[in-house]
């Protein structure tokens, strides 16, 4: 049976943790406020976009020589790029797990194709740099100060290499920001671009030809994608991770609450043997 | 005077979002003026300054890139900057 005295260091030692636990859940969830705030800062202008590129690849399919954009090329999917949006560290319950199953799955489900992975994010790196996938890009410490520079440059090297034909489809694994208590783990393809459809086609007057347009759109449409992926992402890591400090800090009262009871049980038994003793050892000099 | 409505958006946020008499805009091309009721417009974005009159005073925006729509007497402009 441990001593009072090795009980009493145990429950010294859970609350300490707690209170680790309890400061970063704090940490997170100030983070968090400002991470949501600038997830839905960057909405108005995502959404004005997307209508857009309806908009004009609407027009541009009905002036157009028939030539399609090259990032609207459907190929055979032969080589995929797989980015891989996870966080930087760890604590967050199955954030970062959860992501990096969905990816692996698909690759396993694509292991005669050539696959490549773009990584955005320390545990995703990690992961499939260890297993060696080969990891064309590595994006680490991106989400302290989300830039949409950030994503342009992503972007740019993944036009580059799609106008290349060095691979032929893109697809994106991100944790997408609901509520603070869920987030859903989403699977998209980039590209070949999939152009949303128009719900009003406008009889526009085109200042530019609208081909022109959506050549210069749909670019800017993938930088805003992948900018409001790593935004959410974000958010939506610092909320996990809230979530699961949260819970942390629970479950360490839990354990608390039992090693107290348990202590008093332990000291209740030592003060009855006590009691027992002295009686018997009374009773023995009569 | 009629009026219509003007949106700024840049990636990072809305810029601004206000009604206006008229607006001067700096597309790719040449400056566009709007006025209410201007017929559906879309553009590329040029560099230089964007300027709105509303109720008699000017405002002046710089911004650099992206795109203009005008559609049903509403004025998007998708800036890559502004400010």
Do not use: C, W
């Amino acid at each position: 049976m441990p001593s009072l005295i090795d009980i009493r260091r145990r429950v010294r030692s859970v609350k300490n943790t707690q209170q680790i636990t309890k400061a970063m859940k704090m940490v997170s969830a100030a983070k968090l406020r400002r991470a949501q705030e600038r997830a839905l800062a960057a909405r108005p202008y995502a959404k004005m976009l997307q209508q857009m590129l309806a908009n004009v690849a609407e027009a541009a399919s009905q002036s157009g020589d028939g030539e399609t954009h090259p990032l609207l090329a459907v190929r055979p999917e032969k080589k995929i790029l797989l980015v891989v949006i996870t966080a930087d560290g760890g604590l967050a319950g199955g954030f970062n797990a959860n992501l990096i199953k969905l990816a692996h799955r698909f690759a396993n489900d694509h292991k005669s194709d050539e696959l490549t992975f773009e990584a955005i994010g320390r545990k995703g790196r990690d992961y499939f740099r260890r297993r060696s996938f080969r990891i064309v890009g590595e994006h680490i410490d991106v989400f302290r100060n989300v830039k949409f520079e950030t994503a342009e440059k992503i972007v740019q090297t993944i036009i580059d290499r799609y106008a290349k034909a060095e691979i032929d489809a893109v697809y994106l694994f991100v944790n997408e920001f609901k509520t603070v208590m869920s987030s859903t783990i989403a699977q998209t393809r980039l590209l070949p671009v999939e152009v949303p459809k128009s719900a009003a086609p406008v009889d526009y007057i085109f200042e530019q030809k609208p081909e022109e347009i959506l050549g210069s759109l749909l670019p800017r449409y993938l930088n805003v994608q992948i900018y409001r992926a790593l935004l959410e992402s974000a958010a939506a890591y610092l909320a996990a991770r809230m979530t699961a400090m949260d819970a942390a800090t629970r479950n360490a009262d839990e354990v608390i609450d039992k090693l107290t009871l348990y202590m008093n049980r332990v000291r209740q038994a030592s003060i009855t043997r006590e009691i027992i003793e002295v009686v018997s050892g009374a009773a023995a000099l009569e | 005077m009629d009026t219509f409505q003007i949106e700024v958006v840049t990636p990072e946020k809305l810029v601004l979002d206000q009604r206006a008499e008229f607006a001067e805009i700096p597309g790719k091309d040449g400056y566009i003026g709007v006025l209410a009721g201007h017929a559906a417009l879309l553009g590329e974005l040029g560099e230089g300054a964007l300027k709105i009159t509303a109720g008699g005073q000017i405002r002046e925006i710089t911004v650099s890139g992206g795109y203009v729509e005008v559609r049903d007497n509403h004025v998007r402009v998708l800036a890559d900057k502004a400010g």
